[in-house]
Nanobody, 122 residues
Framework: QVQLVESGGGLVQPGGSLRLSCVASGSIFSISVMGWYRQAPGKQRELVATISNGGSTNYADSVQGRFTISRDSAKNTAYLQINSLKPEDTAVYLC????????????????WGLGTQVTVSS
């Protein structure tokens, strides 16, 4: 089994910053892609940013230039630095990882964390 645990969310004023962390643990041989998604009340889950094991990143247009994704592969950890927060960034932020659990099997499984709440309000 693989567990993902997010942390770092909170209540912040517009224009503020937060740094989210996602730690993966359990039966992990390797992780190819780690990503952050978010889901606001009444809305569908949407991609925020992803990062490959080679460091290639991808961002949603709505966060480009304000959010930065990074990872520490040795620690199976991904980070999301979020700056210049806006009220519309309010959501539960969820971490996702594409995990290979066995050295002898190429199968990759997708795992999700439970999320961390980010609320942007004055």
């Amino acid at each position: 089994q693989v567990q993902l645990v997010e942390s770092g969310g909170g209540l912040v004023q517009p224009g503020g910053s937060l740094r989210l962390s996602c730690v993966a643990s359990g039966s992990i041989f390797s992780i190819s892609v780690m990503g952050w998604y978010r889901q606001a009340p009444g809305k569908q889950r949407e991609l925020v940013a992803t990062i490959s094991n080679g460091g290639s990143t991808n961002y949603a247009d709505s966060v480009q230039g304000r959010f930065t994704i990074s990872r520490d592969s040795a620690k199976n950890t991904a980070y999301l630095q979020i700056n210049s927060l806006k009220p519309e960034d309010t959501a539960v932020y969820l971490c996702n990882a594409a995990v290979r659990t066995r050295a002898y099997s190429p199968a990759v499984f997708s795992y999700w964390g439970l999320g961390t709440q980010v609320t942007v309000s004055s």
